[in-house]
Every structure is written in structure tokens, then in C-alpha cells.
Nanobody
Framework: QVQLVESGGGLVQAGDSLRLSCAAS????????MGWFRRALGKERTLVAA????????YYAESVKGRFTISRDNVKNTVYLQMNSLTPEDTAVYYC???????????????WGQGTQVTVSS
């Protein structure tokens, strides 16, 4: 069993930055990809960014391109999401997840963290 623990959420103002972290622990982690998802109030959970652990290939949703950066530290089994130029539309619970095959579909992700709240005030 792999545990994923997110940290770094909080309340910020529009234009500010936040850095989320997700640490994987438990049995030897051999995930193929890590993803950051978010769920805004009343909306479905959507993929924000993802990264293939082996080579660092990344994916970003259009809404965050140029503002968010996903990165990973395979030694620490940690993935990060640097979020810049935050807007109120970024307000959501952010989840990290681990995939063992595939990486662009929610169905590919098997292990999930509990989520961390990000609130951006205008």
C-alpha cells in the first residue's frame, strides 16, 4: 500500500504563488506517473498536471499552462506543483495521485492523497 500525503495548500491572494508537495511512502514506490488533480466546489475532479517519473515528460491542462509547473524528485519520492499567478478560479481541493500505467486519464490513477485546500481570494 502506498500512501500519498499532500502539503502546501492555504489561503492566498490573487497573483500570489503556492507550492504543493506530495510525498509517497509505504512499499517501494514504482509508479509510472504522478498527477495533480483539483476539484472545485460543485465541479468534477480534473487533471491539472502530470509527470512521467522516468523521464520527466509533463502534461498541463490549458487553464494552467504557463502558470503551474510540475516536478519530481525520484530519490525523495516526492512530486511538486509550483503554482504562480493564482486566480480565484484556481480555488479547489488539490489531490495528488499515482499511476502505474498511463497518465492522462483519471482512470489510470490508482493511489490518491487526501487532498489539500487551495483558496485564492480576489
Amino acid at each position: 500500500q502506498v500512501q500519498l500525503v499532500e502539503s502546501g495548500g492555504g489561503l492566498v491572494q490573487a497573483g500570489d504563488s503556492l507550492r504543493l508537495s506530495c510525498a509517497a511512502s509505504g512499499r517501494t514506490f514504482s509508479g509510472y506517473a504522478m498527477g495533480w488533480f483539483r476539484r472545485a466546489l460543485g465541479k468534477e475532479r480534473t487533471l491539472v498536471a502530470a509527470i512521467i517519473r522516468r523521464d520527466g515528460t509533463t502534461y498541463y491542462a490549458e487553464s494552467v499552462k504557463g502558470r503551474f509547473t510540475i516536478s519530481r524528485d525520484n530519490v525523495k519520492n516526492t512530486v511538486y506543483l509550483q503554482m504562480n499567478s493564482l486566480t480565484p478560479e484556481d480555488t479547489a481541493v488539490y489531490y495528488c495521485a499515482a499511476s502505474y500505467s498511463g497518465w492522462l486519464s483519471t482512470r489510470s490513477y490508482r493511489d490518491w492523497g487526501q487532498g489539500t485546500q487551495v483558496t485564492v481570494s480576489s
